[in-house]
């Protein structure tokens, strides 16, 4: 399995971005993915989960971030999006792509991060 994530910039307070994760080699049918994110000094924090089964998706959001972000998958399942809104400063760190059997409980495959910074 192979997650690259992109779309990791530097933003005003109050600007949005969009990132993405290409997924290769994530063959089940049920897809539980998720961003996380980390800034230097911090534990790495979840961020968004989705989990997508054939009749449709369920997500959930940290707490930091709902209301704000917004995780989605496209129709053809092998990108995975974070819609990031109202950015604040809190949000800069190196933001995840991460992916698991949904019947596993722990993250398995990674991506390499994306920079998000926000400047007041």
């Known amino acids: 399995v192979r997650l690259e994530e992109s779309g990791g910039d530097s933003v005003q307070a109050g600007g949005s971005l969009r990132l993405s994760c290409a997924v290769s080699?994530?063959?089940?049918?049920?897809?539980?993915m998720a961003w996380f994110r980390q800034s230097p000094g911090k534990e790495r924090e979840g961020v968004a989960w989705?989990?997508?089964?054939?009749?449709?998706?369920?997500?959930e959001y940290g707490d930091s971030v709902k209301g704000r972000f917004t995780i989605s998958l496209n129709s053809a399942k092998n990108t995975v999006f974070l819609q990031m809104n109202s950015l604040k400063p809190e949000d800069t760190a190196t933001y995840f792509c991460?992916?698991?059997?949904?019947?596993?409980?722990?993250?398995?495959?990674w991506g390499q991060g994306t920079q998000v910074t926000v400047s007041l």
């Open positions: 080699g994530y063959s089940y049918i049920s897809k539980c």
């Open positions: 991460a992916a698991r059997p949904c019947f596993e409980a722990d993250h398995k495959f």
């Open positions: 989705i989990l997508s089964l054939p009749d449709g998706d369920n997500t």
